[in-house]
């Protein structure tokens, strides 16, 4: 493999590195799908909670609006007895108090009422309230099921995509030489995933530093595979026109 042209050496390295790139990207985005439905399952019952609240408040109304609705009953009835009464009296005295209690109880029945109406008013907002919170909730449901089945699908075709690579993985680990398989794996431990760097314009793309002239001179003649000097990742040179020509097509260039 020793004897294997440079530009073949780094094409493969490039795959290699491409490769890691693509299964880290996968399972990073298998990591995040089933957040999102997490996400709506959170809102759903966060809805849930609220319709509960609305539909408490509704009762405890129409509860007290009965209450409110007995109590004029019972007015009523001392009303019918206050009158019995009216018409019994002896005298002036007892007509005008009874007349004065037939007024308070009348007073008390019409402010009564003038509750349960408000009350009626208000049930009737509230139930309008409620059917539109129920709707939210249907279609809210209907989202967080719609994208329950998406992510589904997205995952079976990200594991579909990762099976590819995992298949993939072991074939360009046995193209590139054990040496720089070596170097390759601690880079990618100690550098975050990305081993090998392209140089553009004299300046390492991971780490965005220049090159000395020298260093750069060397990697422009292709005699060996060089380390950049700051970061200490392997790179190639990134404006090699003919290096393009052959990675092109397998994605094998790095951002
Ligand atoms: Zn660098």
Request: neutral net charge; contains cysteine; aromatic residues 4%.
């Amino acid at each position: 493999m020793r004897g294997m042209p440079l530009k073949k050496r780094l094409k493969l390295l490039l795959e290699l590195q491409t490769c890691d790139n693509q299964i880290t990207g996968i399972l990073r985005k298998k990591a995040e799908a089933p957040l999102r439905v997490k996400g709506l399952r959170g809102d759903l019952e966060e809805i849930d909670r609220q319709n509960k609240e609305a539909q408490d408040k509704l009762e405890a109304i129409k509860k007290e609006r009965r209450g409110f609705e007995s109590e004029v009953q019972e007015l009523v009835g001392r009303i019918e007895k206050s009158s019995i009464k009216l018409s019994n009296v002896k005298s002036n005295k007892e007509y005008a108090a009874a007349l004065k209690e037939i007024e308070d109880l009348k007073a008390m029945q019409f402010s009564l009422e003038d509750k349960i109406l408000k009350y009626m008013e208000d049930t009737e907002n509230l139930e309008k309230d409620l059917q539109s919170r129920k709707k939210k909730r249907q279609e809210a449901a209907a989202e967080a099921e719609k994208m329950t089945i998406a992510v589904q699908e997205e995952m079976k075709e990200l594991d579909r995509q990762l099976e590819a690579l995992r298949q993939q993985r072991p074939h360009l680990l046995e193209s590139v030489e054990k040496s720089l398989l070596k170097t390759y794996s601690l880079l990618m431990e100690r550098k975050g995933g990305q081993a090998v760097a392209a140089v553009v314009r004299g300046v390492c793309q991971a780490c965005h530093i220049g090159l000395p002239p020298q260093d750069f001179n060397n990697l422009l003649k292709g005699d060996a595979i060089l380390t950049c000097p700051h970061c200490n990742r392997l790179i190639y040179w990134g404006e090699d026109q003919e290096f393009q020509a052959e990675t092109k097509g397998d994605n094998g260039m790095l951002e």
